[in-house]
Structures are given as C-alpha cells and as structure tokens.
Nanobody, 121 residues
Framework: QVQLVESGGGLVQPGGSLRLSCAAS????????MAWYRQAPGKQRELVAG???????NYPDSVKGRFTISRDNAKNTVYLQMNSLKPEDTAVYYC???????????????WGQGTLVTVSS
C-alpha cells in the first residue's frame, strides 16, 4: 500500500520560512510528477508547485520567486521550501504524486493527508 506522509507544517510569522517534506512509502517502483497543493478555508484546492521526473518545475504567479519545489528520487521525497510567507499562504498543504502501479501498468494519483501552515503574527 502506497502512502504519502507530509511533515513540516506549523505556525510562522509573516516574512518567515518553512520547509515541507513529503515521503512516499510502500511498493515504489517509479514516480512521475510530484506536486504540492493547498486549500484555504472556504476556497478550492489549488496547485502550489509541481515537479516532473526530469526536474522541470512549474509555479503559479502567487508563489513564484518565494516557493521552491525539489525532489530526492533516491528517498522518494518531495520538498517545498517556502520563503517570505504571507498570511494569505495560510492553508492545509497536500502532497500529490503519480506513482506506478505495476499490477495495472499505469500511474495512479496519490494524496497525502495534509499539513497545516499558518502564517500569522
């Protein structure tokens, strides 16, 4: 059974930094794209950052220049470095990964349980 487990959330003051981690465990043979999403109260879940197996990345304008996504393929882990945090970054952050299911012969989407990030003074 494949699992994604996030860590690193918490309370931080505006202008501060946090680093989120997400480790995939279980029968992992191949991971394609990995990403971070977030969902603020009363809002839809939105993409924060994505990284493909070749290392290419994409970010929405709202976090570009402040957030950096990276991955360690040997550890099946994706990270999100968040700098210059703003109160509007407050949300539950979810890890997402496309992981190969050998039995089905295709990649399936998996989600973590989420970690809360609160930006407040």
């Amino acid at each position: 059974q494949v699992q994604l487990v996030e860590s690193g959330g918490g309370l931080v003051q505006p202008g501060g930094s946090l680093r989120l981690s997400c480790a995939a465990s279980g029968s992992i043979f191949s991971i394609n794209a990995m990403a971070w999403y977030r969902q603020a109260p009363g809002k839809q879940r939105e993409l924060v950052a994505g990284i493909f197996s070749d290392g290419s990345t994409n970010y929405p304008d709202s976090v570009k220049g402040r957030f950096t996504i990276s991955r360690d393929n040997a550890k099946n882990t994706v990270y999100l470095q968040m700098n210059s945090l703003k109160p509007e970054d407050t949300a539950v952050y979810y890890c997402n990964a496309d992981i190969l299911n050998v039995e089905l012969g295709r990649y399936l989407e998996h989600w973590g349980q989420g970690t809360l990030v609160t930006v407040s003074s």
